[in-house]
């Protein structure tokens, strides 16, 4: 009867839901260490980068290949994502959360509220816009908290993440939940109605946190704009998301700091217009 028991108990353990399995990461991050590596065309692809902070050269899979992200089917190939169909609605309604910072009570209680807000406005996918923790397992924890199923969690390092570990919780996390993009390294995503255009890392030297943060310049955003003729040829607005803003002007702009004056970044400001 014993052995019996232990067997139907060994089975229970490799039953484990989807959902389980993200909820025990999410409160225990290192049970992520011993699962396979994910499989996903995405996986594979940032597990060849997993040291950079942008893509290395902008090559393209000489075939595309199929990627489900929350249920939608996309074309990935090698660098960009493509929606094969329009969205639903015909609106495509983005959620952003930005410097998230840690996995602290107030920040999963406020996450918590954030993510029913996002599921009653019916998002098509969401942000993680930088800053999203200091430490690897915090961000695992983070970003599978966001991965609900419902959305695409489309993620970008800010100025506190360091390059490697911003990668390795990406791919941890991937595990778990398939529907992660690493927009640093992908930096085109079409959701069939818009399409995001993403530059991940600090303009600043002085705030990158970490020796291996990912510090941007004017490559980097000359190389982005290579994407953006492509991107003004599919259905809808190109939206681009960083972590840091370009520079304002005046005590009212976005990039205001206290005692710092306006603090975004001057190439930002010129890319944009």
Known sequence: MASKLIALAGLLVLAVTPVQQRQQAIADPEILEHLPA??????RALAGQSLRCFPGKFTRLPNSEKVTLAGRQFDFDGLTLTARAGDADGVVTLGVLGALKDFESETRLA????????????????????????SEGEMVQLMLSACTGRWPVLVLSGNSESRAA????????????????????????????????????????????????????????????????????ATGPVVFLSHGPPLGDGPRALDRAVEGGNVGDPLLASFLV
């Open 38 to 43: 994910a499989a996903s065309p995405l996986a």
């Open 166 to 233: 911003f990668n390795r919780a990406v791919l941890a996390a991937m595990k778990v939940c398939p529907d992660i993009v690493n927009l640093d390294l992908f930096p085109r995503v079409d959701l069939g109605g818009a399409t995001l255009l993403a530059l991940g890392g600090y303009h600043d030297r002085r705030f990158v946190h970490q020796r291996s943060g990912c510090l941007y310049g004017q490559a980097q955003i000359e190389r982005l704009a290579t994407l953006l003729p492509e991107a003004k040829t």
């Open 111 to 134: 996450l918590a509220e954030y993510l029913k807000r996002f599921t009653n406005a019916g998002i098509d996918a969401l942000v993680l816009a930088g800053d999203i923790a200091a």
